[in-house]
T-cell receptor, first 113, second 113 residues
């Protein structure tokens, strides 16, 4: 089945640093989604990408839909303590339907004081 | 507007038992999806319901089942529980309009002993 390879698995950074993570797929996707999950909560949608080459920002977050349609990138500028959490990329589940998603394994972002 | 509500929040069951988890979607949302989250496998799609019909199904055994009621509330059932079923079960809803985002609940943490 589909696999999303997300890297890095963990990031230990200093407050104020920029962060970059990516996601690659074995299949072509028509949609790329980035979610963040805080401890004890469900994932929250950060950015949705619908077109190859698309670059979309949400505050300090910027995500890009790769030209090959098999990858996507998420950047966070000037990280702050509340950015700590797990970031997931996701794309449509290969079984079809409107709502099934395939998720990457996540990037754990840890900010060191 | 209330978010997606999942009950119970925590559950402890014994191997071989069955369990029913409940999800109330955001008011007006007609699509409900269920996901299993474990440290090893990450977030995996279970199934999706729209207007009381299962529209899409992930790669899980038949012990995992679900249903949706006329008020869009959904339940999932796991029969003959196994130790490996211990996980965070997340429910997500969306309006059903093309491109509308998934909104996740905070999950039910199931522990099988």
């Amino acid at each position: 089945g589909q696999q999303l390879n997300q890297s890095p698995q963990s990031m230990f950074i200093q407050e104020g640093e920029d962060v970059s993570m990516n996601c690659t797929s074995s299949s072509i996707f028509n949609t790329w989604l980035w979610y963040k999950q805080d401890p004890g909560e469900g994932p929250v949608l950060l950015i949705a990408l619908y077109k190859a080459g698309e670059l979309t920002s949400n505050g300090r977050l910027t995500a890009q839909f790769g030209i090959t349609r098999k990858d996507s990138f998420l950047n966070i500028s000037a990280s702050i303590p509340s950015d700590v959490g797990i970031y997931f990329c996701a794309g449509p589940y290969s079984g079809g339907g409107a709502d099934g998603l395939t998720f990457g394994k996540g990037t754990h972002l840890i900010i060191q004081p | 507007k209330a978010g997606v509500t999942q009950t119970p929040r925590y559950l402890i069951k014994t191997r071989g038992q069955q369990v029913t988890l409940s999800c109330s979607p955001i008011s007006g949302h007609r699509s409900v999806s269920w996901y299993q989250q474990t440290p090893g496998q990450g977030l995996q799609f279970l199934f999706e319901y729209f207007s009381e019909t299962q529209r899409n199904k992930g790669n899980f055994p038949g012990r995992f089942s679900g249903r949706q009621f006329s008020n869009s509330r959904s339940e999932m059932n796991v029969s003959t529980l196994e130790l490996g079923d211990s996980a965070l079960y997340l429910c997500a809803s969306r309006s059903g309009t093309m491109g509308s985002p998934l909104h996740f609940g905070n999950g039910t943490r199931l522990t099988v002993t």
